[in-house]
């Protein structure tokens, strides 16, 4: 008896985990206010620590992003409004890359005239002088497309521009 | 369970890899001591290049020759920075006398200060700036690849980010560098003066002492010809197609590891530690 009753505590326990998680991912990315955490895919795990709390494991994008500390601090805030005890661990490792970007994720950059970014095996190695990725224009899809600048805005972008409508756009550097 | 003096245990990595650490609680005095000396030392200096070179880069912000450069070079400073964070908060957390990694930064005299003393050169030009950052990514990249098999797991953590970030400052600088080197008259005048200005500065990246010497041992620094070859490689690839002569490294000056620094580091500190110093204490 005593096991089963244990066995229904964790299904109500991974109930309220899957809650969470929900919540924590609808938090917005304070930058990139089209996508949220969960299309980033920077919410790695999230578990009931032995205090009772949940831990949410979160991974920054750049090492010196400035929205690191404050998405921690937004998701801690989302999930403390739902009434849960909430803890947030900076975790490095594995290091993210832009290939856990969700197809949703993608999707919604698209949409905001940001190209999303290539899968790491674009072709071009990271020292290879001179060669870029085939970036596709989010307003034509025209592959005809140019960089302005291998920096931009903000440290996970880049400037591109379409030689076919001729827009500028950011394109998400793949990492 | 490993006892405390089984070598195949490694102390710092048993406690990088605790669970119910993180990023602000304290060590717990379980790593060996002439280990946790060594590694504070080695976090001062990746931690110190990284800030002085990073500070220097956003002395461009505003000065670069195009907007693409105003907005690359404060860029690579954030991702130098960001590594400098995280030296300091951990060798804030191995210290234990409750520094934060703003006191490193802000309130730490010239001579406590463990860079090589290339970063804190003057800017210079814009081919200075980028032959330097150039020169100083093509040695980070391979060191920071060979970390992140380092056995102190926060360490290799932060590898494994920052050798990505470091490849991206790789191909910009040296894409500069070629572009530059094999330019106009003037730019390749400038190229090379830039060359000839930094050369002797050059040498201090693979200086050993003593305490590299036991960080390689230890697995907390890779070895260094492996580093030297990559770097080497790199640098030959990028003058060959620059038109640059092929890099001489001889006898040079250093001195920054065991913290004799310029006079021109005294005039960096005083506008990068201005606020603390003058309004001690303020926080955002």
Known sequence: MVAVRDIDQDFGRDDVLADIRRIAESVPDPELVVVNVGDLGIIRDLRHDDGGAVEIDVTPTYSACPATLAIELAIETAVAAAGHDVRVRRVLAPAWTTDWITPAGRAKLKQAGIAPPLPRDDGTGDHDYFARPQVACPRCDSLDTTELSAFGATACKAQHRCLSCHEPFDYFKCL | MAGRDDPARDPARDLARDPARDLTCDLDGDIADDLADDLLALLLRIGDDHLILGHRLSEWCGHAPMLEEDLALPNMALDLIGTARMCYGYAAEIEGGGRSEDDYAFLR???????????????????????????????????????????????????????????????????????????????????????????????????????????????????????????????????????????EIGAGISGGRAGRHGEVLGHLLAEMQFLQRAYPGQTW
């Open chain 2, 109 to 247: 005299d010239g001579t406590d200060f463990r860079h090589m003393l290339m970063v804190e050169r003057p800017n210079g030009d814009f081919a200075h700036t980028m032959l330097r950052q150039f020169l100083f990514a093509a040695w980070m990249h391979p060191l920071w690849d060979g970390l992140t098999g380092a056995s102190d797991a926060r360490l290799a953590d932060h590898a494994g980010k920052a050798v990505k970030e470091m490849a991206y400052h790789v191909r910009h600088s040296g894409e500069w560098v070629i572009r530059l080197g094999d330019g106009t008259a003037e730019s390749a005048r400038r190229m090379r003066a830039a060359l000839d200005d930094l050369g002797p500065y050059i040498g201090e990246m693979f200086e050993s002492d003593e305490t590299s010497a036991r960080l390689v041992v230890a697995g907390l620094l890779p070895d260094p010809a492996t580093v030297r070859a990559a770097f080497d490689s790199t640098v030959a690839r990028t003058f060959t197609m620059a038109q640059l002569p092929p890099l």
